[in-house]
T-cell receptor, first 112, second 113 residues
Framework: RKEVEQDPGPFNVPEGATVAFNCTYS??????FFWYRQDCRKEPKLLMS???SGNEDGRFTAQLNRASQYISLLIRDSKLSDSATYLC?????????????FGAGTRLAVHP | DAGVTQSPTHLIKTRGQQVTLRCSPK?????VSWYQQALGQGPQFIFQ???????QRGNFPDRFSGHQFPNYSSELNVNALLLGDSALYLC????????????FGPGTRLTVT
């Protein structure tokens, strides 16, 4: 079983739609959680951290359920510029070192 | 303030050859991590360097080795290249070794033929 699993995608949605991505992680010792965005042939960039209380950044809302080991990302009012791959990431802290574990990513295509 | 830089941008090598990739961390960062991203996959952790030492390593064979220099820049070396080594190699730097916030460079796209 993969350490971080995501919806396979791709998600093809019209502008203005609301889209949700899900992610599960296998290691209950995971300590920090993130969503990264990766444009085609570019490097990943941090979109937002994810907290148990849930957090919102404009049109983006992230949720964490530690009991279910589940992370979600909701995008409201999708824009063409939201088209990208969204990577679910968990951080493992051990022995003073931090390691990021990435999911395979979910591709989003927003069309006019 | 320069971000993370990597060189070269693209590289084509033949099976069995050796390759060296280079990374300069973001200004003020002293920790460098390397990742391999195969097509259609998320980045996979290779190893992390701090104070010129390999601090932790992912599930990669010994053909993958690295180095960190006193100026915090880093190299990734891959020996005896295999077709399966074709991927985007990403370098990420962080402010300190325990920091979860990592900044990625643009990557080096390696093609092995």
């Amino acid at each position: 079983r993969k350490e971080v699993e995501q919806d396979p995608g791709p998600f093809n949605v019209p502008e203005g739609a609301t889209v949700a991505f899900n992610c599960t992680y296998s290691n209950s010792a995971s300590q920090s959680f993130f969503w990264y965005r990766q444009d085609c042939r570019k490097e990943p960039k941090l979109l937002m951290s994810v907290y148990s209380s849930g957090n919102e950044d404009g049109r983006f809302t992230a949720q964490l359920n530690r009991a279910s080991q589940y992370i979600s990302l909701l995008i409201r009012d999708s824009k063409l510029s939201d088209s990208a791959t969204y990577l679910c990431v968990v951080s493992m802290f051990s022995g003073g070192y931090n390691k990021l574990i990435f999911g395979a990513g979910t591709r989003l295509a927003v069309h006019p | 303030d320069a971000g993370v830089t990597q060189s070269p941008t693209h590289l084509i090598k033949t099976r069995g050859q050796q390759v060296t990739l280079r990374c300069s961390p973001k200004s003020g960062h002293d920790t460098v991590s390397w990742y391999q991203q195969a097509l259609g996959q998320g980045p996979q952790f290779i190893f992390q360097y701090y104070e010129e030492e390999e601090r932790q390593r992912g599930n990669f064979p010994d053909r993958f080795s690295g180095h960190q220099f006193p100026n915090y820049s880093s190299e990734l070396n891959v020996n005896a290249l295999l077709l399966g080594d074709s991927a985007l190699y990403l370098c990420a730097s962080s402010l300190y070794e325990g920091s979860y916030e990592q900044y990625f460079g643009p990557g080096t796209r390696l093609t092995v033929t």
